[in-house]
């Protein structure tokens, strides 16, 4: 990387910025534990990074300090300031000009007071009226006038933060300025617009009108961003007034400004409204106190909770492809200062490094997902965990000497056969081509492979057929099964690679599902328990092993009450039709005639489970377990490995 790519600075505080990356492991361990207690991991996440961890405050406690501040923002005054500012000033003008009359005792002098009394209630149309009123006080007139520049200024204000005192008292000259860096910047636009916008138009521009700006905007993009979000917040502000009060307030403003300056601000509006649709161009706000607030004051009070209200929607995280990369870490520091920053920055290296570490992958949705690394340690976690309750002695293989796919080199050889998956012997396979060979180039051919010799244990197929009905979760034995699932899936996995195994979940259909899935499954929210359908495709599985030995287990807490029909379609019913109960027996049949045994976990006492496993112990020969839930994960490794064995017990 060239040193260009780097950029200094002063460090502002806060966290160390050379500390070493976050460890992860503690991360996914708690992560882990609560998909193992039955959430899934975008759940679990969710709630680690919301609650914090290792001494850092999670976002909840960050978004309960954005509401706070949402509450202040919100009792800081009235929109209507501007409106009572006039009004306050109206009154003091045609107060003053009663009291420059009262002496006169002319007939002009009463036909004005006359006038002055029968001004319109409505505001603006008073100030409108007003505007050819021949003064007799000069203080009045001052104070007349002092309308029409609060008004300019309060109007500059709401587009352009700071206008309201740095124009106070402005001359023609400086009005001027105005109107000329708005000509220029709506001319920038326009050559934006059309694509022929350039970083040295933009530099230049600011060269002339930076003053206006005191934020410094480095890009047209980042003016443009300032500027929307304030006109989006201006357009809120006058939205949240009454009817009465936003028709008096545009008459007033429209009064305000010239001709020249009202085509400009429009033409401005338009422009960053079309660049930012996204903004929220509308709505009303309900803002509390007793004080006014001026226009721009009430804009700033808008646009900041604007602010946070997107803050507070990023820090929810609740809308698809959520990342802790969406959230503004400008609007946090400006929310909530230095140390908020620091929490949520800490967090985002958390859930960065998760994925850095291949710990979590985002899937087709953006939705983030425990990788096959993740559910690794996941599976390696629940069967420490069985292995804690479970007596370890008498556990292994029953070994076969053999030639085989896995196992224990022996230290001799044979000659290659098809189909053989055996190491090559690389020694002998090339002596075998030298001594064919003789003197010259070697050339090897089919009878010169030999292969390694090694001890082959027997292989088992295992299928776990795990019940996904609503009624686990209800029951509250769905996270046992899931943890037992996942700690024998990294028992085949890991200890006996040459064993091959099949999850195979079944609500009102059965699907066979990876770890990773399983890992992130929520159970079926579906009336139906398939178990039928289940059963067809343990039967398929066990038929790609024909040389294995077969181990069928179910984990369900429900009898049968759903069956495929010869549409392809679940037919459910409680309780059960007949049918369901004879079409899942004919595939009890067909596993029984593969050799199989299937060993039924049930979760629940309910009789008419009791009856139908107790039949279908009867007709298979295989076992029934009343299981603890607590210990499902013991009963059921205990039972593969005694049955991987090749021991198989009457019921």
């Given at each position: 990387?060239?040193?260009?790519?780097f950029?200094?600075?002063?460090?502002?505080?806060?966290?160390?910025?050379?500390?070493?990356?976050?460890?992860?492991?503690?991360?996914?361990?708690?992560?882990?534990?609560?998909?193992?207690n039955?959430?899934?991991?975008?759940?679990?996440?969710r709630?680690l990074?919301r609650?914090?961890?290792?001494g850092?405050?999670?976002?909840d406690?960050?978004?309960?300090?954005?509401?706070?501040?949402?509450?202040?923002a919100?009792?800081?005054g009235?929109?209507?300031?501007?409106l009572?500012?006039?009004?306050e000033?109206?009154?003091?003008?045609v107060e003053?000009?009663?009291?420059?009359l009262?002496?006169?005792?002319?007939?002009?002098?009463?036909?004005?007071e006359?006038?002055?009394d029968?001004?319109?209630s409505d505001?603006?149309?008073?100030?409108?009226?007003?505007?050819?009123?021949d003064?007799?006080?000069?203080?009045?007139?001052?104070?007349?006038?002092?309308?029409?520049?609060?008004?300019?200024?309060?109007v500059?204000?709401?587009?352009f933060k700071?206008?309201?005192?740095?124009?106070?008292n402005?001359?023609?000259?400086?009005?001027?300025?105005?109107?000329?860096?708005?000509?220029?910047?709506?001319?920038?636009?326009?050559a934006?617009?059309r694509?022929?916008h350039?970083?040295?138009?933009?530099e230049?521009?600011m060269?002339?009108?930076?003053e206006?700006?005191p934020?410094?905007p480095?890009?047209?993009?980042?003016?443009?961003?300032?500027?929307a979000?304030r006109?989006?917040?201006?357009?809120r502000?006058?939205?949240?007034?009454?009817?009465?009060?936003r028709?008096?307030?545009?008459?007033?403003?429209?009064?305000a400004?010239?001709?020249d300056?009202?085509a400009q601000m429009?033409?401005l509006?338009?422009?960053?409204?079309n660049a930012?649709?996204?903004?929220?161009?509308?709505?009303?706000?309900?803002?509390?106190?007793?004080q006014g607030?001026?226009?721009?004051?009430?804009?700033?009070a808008?646009?900041?909770?604007?602010d946070?209200?997107d803050?507070?929607?990023s820090?929810?995280?609740?809308?698809p492809?959520?990342s802790?990369?969406?959230?503004?870490?400008?609007?946090?520091?400006?929310?909530?200062g230095?140390?908020?920053l620091?929490?949520?920055?800490?967090l985002?290296r958390i859930?960065?490094?998760?994925?850095?570490?291949?710990?979590l992958?985002?899937?087709?949705?953006?939705?983030?997902?425990?990788?096959?690394?993740?559910?690794?340690?996941?599976?390696a976690?629940a069967?420490?965990?069985?292995?804690?309750?479970?007596?370890a002695?008498?556990?292994?293989g029953h070994d076969?000497?053999?030639a085989?796919a896995?196992?224990?080199?022996t230290?001799?050889?044979?000659?290659?056969?098809?189909?053989?998956?055996?190491?090559?012997?690389?020694?002998r396979?090339?002596r075998?081509a030298?001594?064919?060979?003789?003197v010259g180039p070697?050339h090897?051919q089919?009878?010169?492979?030999?292969v390694?010799?090694?001890?082959?244990?027997?292989?088992?197929?295992?299928?776990?057929?795990v019940?996904?009905?609503?009624?686990?979760e209800l029951?509250?034995?769905?996270?046992?099964a899931k943890?037992?699932?996942?700690a024998?899936?990294?028992l085949v996995?890991?200890?006996?690679?040459?064993d091959?195994?099949?999850?195979?979940?079944?609500s009102?259909?059965?699907?066979?599902?990876?770890?990773?899935?399983?890992a992130?499954?929520?159970?079926?929210?579906?009336?139906?328990?398939?178990?039928?359908?289940?059963l067809?495709?343990?039967?398929r599985?066990?038929g790609?092993?024909?040389?294995?030995e077969?181990?069928?287990?179910?984990?369900?807490d429900?009898?049968?009450?759903?069956h495929?029909?010869?549409?392809?379609?679940?037919d459910?019913?409680?309780?059960?039709?007949p049918e369901?109960?004879?079409l899942?027996?004919a595939?009890?049949?067909?596993?029984?005639?593969?050799?199989?045994?299937?060993?039924?976990?049930?979760?629940?006492?309910e009789?008419?489970?009791?009856?139908f496993?107790?039949?279908?112990a009867?007709?298979?020969?295989?076992?029934?377990?009343?299981a603890?839930p607590?210990?499902?994960g013991?009963?059921?490794?205990?039972?593969?490995?005694r049955?991987?064995?090749?021991?198989?017990?009457a019921?």
């Amino acid at each position: 990387m060239s040193p260009s790519a780097f950029q200094y600075g002063a460090w502002a505080g806060g966290r160390d910025p050379l500390e070493p990356p976050f460890d992860v492991a503690q991360a996914v361990d708690e992560i882990g534990e609560r998909v193992l207690n039955g959430d899934s991991p975008r759940q679990a996440l969710r709630d680690l990074l919301r609650r914090g961890t290792d001494g850092l405050r999670g976002l909840d406690d960050v978004r309960r300090k954005v509401a706070k501040r949402q509450r202040e923002a919100r009792r800081k005054g009235q929109l209507d300031g501007t409106l009572q500012e006039v009004r306050e000033l109206l009154d003091k003008a045609v107060e003053l000009e009663k009291q420059a009359l009262f002496p006169d005792p002319s007939d002009a002098a009463r036909m004005a007071e006359m006038e002055l009394d029968t001004l319109p209630s409505d505001t603006a149309r008073a100030v409108q009226q007003l505007g050819s009123y021949d003064w007799q006080s000069p203080e009045a007139r001052q104070t007349y006038e002092q309308i029409q520049d609060l008004l300019r200024r309060e109007v500059l204000d709401s587009q352009f933060k700071g206008m309201k005192q740095a124009l106070e008292n402005a001359s023609p000259e400086d009005m001027q300025r105005v109107e000329d860096m708005l000509a220029d910047l709506n001319q920038m636009l326009e050559a934006d617009a059309r694509g022929e916008h350039t970083q040295e138009h933009f530099e230049q521009f600011m060269d002339k009108h930076g003053e206006f700006f005191p934020s410094q905007p480095g890009t047209l993009e980042e003016l443009v961003d300032d500027l929307a979000r304030r006109a989006a917040a201006a357009q809120r502000l006058m939205d949240s007034l009454t009817p009465q009060q936003r028709q008096e307030l545009g008459e007033l403003m429209q009064g305000a400004m010239d001709m020249d300056m009202q085509a400009q601000m429009a033409q401005l509006g338009d422009a960053l409204r079309n660049a930012r649709p996204d903004l929220p161009w509308g709505g009303r706000e309900r803002m509390s106190g007793e004080q006014g607030m001026g226009m721009g004051e009430a804009t700033t009070a808008l646009e900041e909770l604007a602010d946070l209200d997107d803050l507070e929607g990023s820090l929810g995280q609740d809308y698809p492809g959520a990342s802790l990369d969406d959230i503004d870490e400008e609007a946090v520091q400006r929310a909530l200062g230095r140390g908020a920053l620091d929490d949520v920055r800490a967090l985002q290296r958390i859930e960065r490094e998760l994925q850095l570490q291949g710990y979590l992958v985002r899937d087709s949705n953006g939705r983030l997902e425990l990788s096959p690394r993740a559910v690794r340690r996941l599976g390696a976690t629940a069967l420490r965990k069985v292995f804690t309750q479970l007596d370890a002695k008498g556990r292994g293989g029953h070994d076969v000497r053999d030639a085989g796919a896995a196992g224990d080199i022996t230290g001799s050889s044979r000659s290659w056969q098809f189909g053989d998956e055996q190491p090559l012997d690389v020694v002998r396979t090339v002596r075998n081509a030298v001594l064919r060979s003789g003197v010259g180039p070697v050339h090897l051919q089919v009878d010169d492979f030999e292969v390694v010799e090694t001890e082959r244990r027997t292989t088992a197929a295992v299928a776990l057929l795990v019940d996904l009905s609503f009624s686990m979760e209800l029951r509250g034995t769905w996270a046992a099964a899931k943890q037992t699932s996942l700690a024998l899936h990294s028992l085949v996995t890991t200890q006996f690679p040459q064993d091959a195994i099949e999850i195979i979940g079944f609500s009102d259909y059965a699907q066979v599902l990876k770890a990773e899935q399983l890992a992130g499954l929520d159970p079926q929210r579906v009336q139906g328990t398939n178990l039928q359908h289940a059963l067809m495709l343990a039967g398929r599985f066990l038929g790609k092993h024909p040389q294995a030995e077969p181990v069928v287990l179910v984990v369900t807490d429900g009898e049968p009450t759903a069956h495929l029909t010869r549409d392809g379609y679940a037919d459910f019913c409680w309780p059960p039709m007949p049918e369901t109960l004879e079409l899942t027996m004919a595939e009890v049949e067909r596993i029984t005639r593969r050799g199989a045994t299937i060993n039924v976990f049930m979760l629940d006492d309910e009789p008419r489970l009791v009856s139908f496993v107790e039949h279908l112990a009867e007709r298979n020969g295989g076992r029934v377990f009343a299981a603890d839930p607590d210990r499902l994960g013991e009963y059921v490794v205990s039972d593969y490995l005694r049955a991987r064995r090749g021991r198989h017990s009457a019921h």
